[in-house]
């Protein structure tokens, strides 16, 4: 699984962007990504599975990732 960091996206604080993080729902971003989880983790033994993320200001310079290059999703958190 990947995840899409990038500014394309919109700002995650504008109500008109579909990544708006409303603090009483989800937005379809994160349903998707629930819905696929739960098909991928059938997939594993352990439940568990990768995933990468990419387009992100990451630490500890906060550069954003360079185009085609990914990081590790599962080891920030």
Avoid: W
Avoid at 15 to 39: D, M, R, W
Avoid at 46 to 70: C, H, M, W
């Amino acid at each position: 699984v990947a995840i899409d960091f990038t500014a394309s996206n919109g700002d995650p604080r504008n109500s008109c962007s579909l990544h708006y993080i409303n603090p009483y729902q989800p937005n379809e971003y994160l349903k998707a990504l629930i819905a696929v989880g739960e098909i991928c983790q059938d997939y594993d033994s352990d439940k568990r599975f990768s995933a990468l993320g990419f387009g992100a200001r990451i630490p500890p310079n906060y550069e954003v990732s360079k185009s085609g290059q990914t990081f590790v999703f599962n080891h920030m958190f």
